[in-house]
Nanobody, 113 residues
Framework: QVQLVESGGGLVQPGGSLTLSCAAS????????MSWYRQAPGKQRELVAL?????IPHYPDSVKGRFTISRDKNTVYLQMNSLKPEDAAVYYC?????????WGQGTQVTVSS
């Protein structure tokens, strides 16, 4: 089993920045990919950043150029700049380890003046 603990959410003004982190622990042998998703009320959960172990990061157009995903061993970060009200959501980290996916508990990001 892999446990994920997220932190860093909060309230930020439009145009502001926020960094999320997600630390993975437990039975970790081979992380295939780490990613961040978000889910706003009434909407489906969507991918916002993915960093495979053996490839370059991937971003959807909605966050490209504003969000940056990075990884340090078993911790994944999401640097979010130029935040917009539409970025407000619960953000979840996801880790694929040994072919199995694990989710964090989610952290709320609110973008409002």
């Amino acid at each position: 089993q892999v446990q994920l603990v997220e932190s860093g959410g909060g309230l930020v003004q439009p145009g502001g920045s926020l960094t999320l982190s997600c630390a993975a622990s437990g039975r970790i042998f081979n992380i295939d990919a780490m990613s961040w998703y978000r889910q706003a009320p009434g909407k489906q959960r969507e991918l916002v950043a993915l960093i495979p172990s053996t490839s370059i990061p991937h971003y959807p157009d909605s966050v490209k150029g504003r969000f940056t995903i990075s990884r340090d061993k078993n911790t994944v970060y999401l640097q979010m700049n130029s935040l917009k009200p539409e970025d407000a959501a619960v953000y979840y980290c996801n880790v694929i380890e040994g072919g199995k996916g694990y989710w964090g508990q989610g952290t709320q990001v609110t973008v409002s003046s």
